[in-house]
């Protein structure tokens, strides 16, 4: 097992990701930005029950409605994920008495809201939420509180880098219950070396408590798609608003296998399906659906070696 730098040594992507003025003020950021498009896909783009209501809450409560987030064509790569993600949580909880999860990176997506408000999510006891601390997170809290009460839901802002979120999670959970630990649009900012400190932080959290850690299959890990002009598409609008290098860290599926069993974790596959909202996508997202079908992609699930 390799060993890293601290998160304040290699500098976590947020700080990369900052926008600043002439000033040497911080203006910006480009990766929280990903959030707010991503919310914007959901809500006009998929038939995600809590999309438009968390989306037009985002705009009004920050100021936006004048000043929308862009919308990257890519509903389909975001379906994929996000429906992929709740068929794992599912059998996670029935098959393998996974009861508290926490989700990273998780900005705008309903994936939470939708499976607790579902048969799925009954026999869950506890579901975190990360991202950033700031509007995105402060947001969702505020509708989740004014609207949902009752699900099991919190909130631990903070990044996923920093051992001072972990130590947040590890008194959030409750002792000697499965946990699942995932994320969907988060991994490719990160670097291999952050990478590999986040699987640190959540192995420590798993050891002990029994669980996975899982996310989708991503582009990064399949370098033969990146050619293909279905896939350089999304890269390059990911790389235009991010313009986060972490993007290029290409590695093979058999490469990232390697990384992730050198890490300390067996790792276990899972074919990705999703019932895409095809009538309200443009011409080039139902391509681009079937192209990502025939894909094939599978998440990636991650346990520790005993
Ligand atoms: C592309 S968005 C994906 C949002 C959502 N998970 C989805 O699937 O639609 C990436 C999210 O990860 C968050 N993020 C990126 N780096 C992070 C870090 N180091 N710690 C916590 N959150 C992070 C961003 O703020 C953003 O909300």
Excluded at 70 to 90: A, N, Y
Excluded at 245 to 256: I, N
Excluded at 290 to 298: H, R, S
Aim: contains cysteine; aromatic residues 10%; charged residues 25%.
């Amino acid at each position: 097992m390799e060993s890293y730098r601290t998160a304040e040594e290699m500098k976590s992507n947020y700080e990369d990701a900052l926008i600043y003025n002439g000033e040497g003020k911080i203006e910006g950021d480009a990766v929280t930005e990903t959030a707010f498009m991503t919310a914007r896909q959901f809500a006009e783009l998929t038939h995600g029950s809590f999309a438009q209501r968390f989306y037009q809450a985002l705009l009004e409560k920050t100021n936006r409605v004048d000043n929308p987030p862009q919308l990257i064509d890519t509903p389909h790569f975001m379906e994929l994920r996000e429906q992929s993600s709740r068929v794992v949580l599912k059998d996670l909880v029935e098959k393998e008495g996974v009861t508290q999860i926490v989700e990273l990176g998780a900005g705008f997506c309903s994936t939470s809201v939708d499976f607790l408000t579902s048969q799925d999510g009954l026999k869950v006891n506890k579901y975190i939420e990360n991202d950033f601390e700031g509007k995105v997170l402060d947001v969702k809290q505020q509708i989740v509180n004014e609207t949902l009460g009752g699900i099991p839901l919190s909130f631990i802002p903070g990044n996923v880098l920093d051992q001072s979120f972990w130590d947040k999670v590890e008194q959030n959970l409750s002792e000697g219950e499965h946990t699942a630990i995932f994320c969907q649009g988060l991994l490719q900012y990160l670097s291999k070396e952050q990478l590999g400190q986040l699987l640190g932080y959540a192995k420590t959290i798993l050891a002990s408590r029994g669980g996975v850690f899982f996310h989708e299959d991503i582009l990064k890990y399949h370098p033969e798609l990146r050619e293909d002009p279905s896939f350089t598409f999304i890269t390059q609008s990911l790389k235009r608003i991010t313009d986060k290098k972490a993007l290029d860290e290409l590695m093979t599926q058999e490469e990232a296998t390697q990384f992730y069993e050198s890490e300390g974790f067996e790792v276990s596959r899972v074919p990705e399906q999703a019932k895409f909202s095809m009538d309200l996508y443009s011409e080039n997202a139902r391509k681009g659906a079937e192209e990502l079908t025939k894909a094939n992609l599978k998440m990636w699930l991650l346990r520790p070696k005993s």
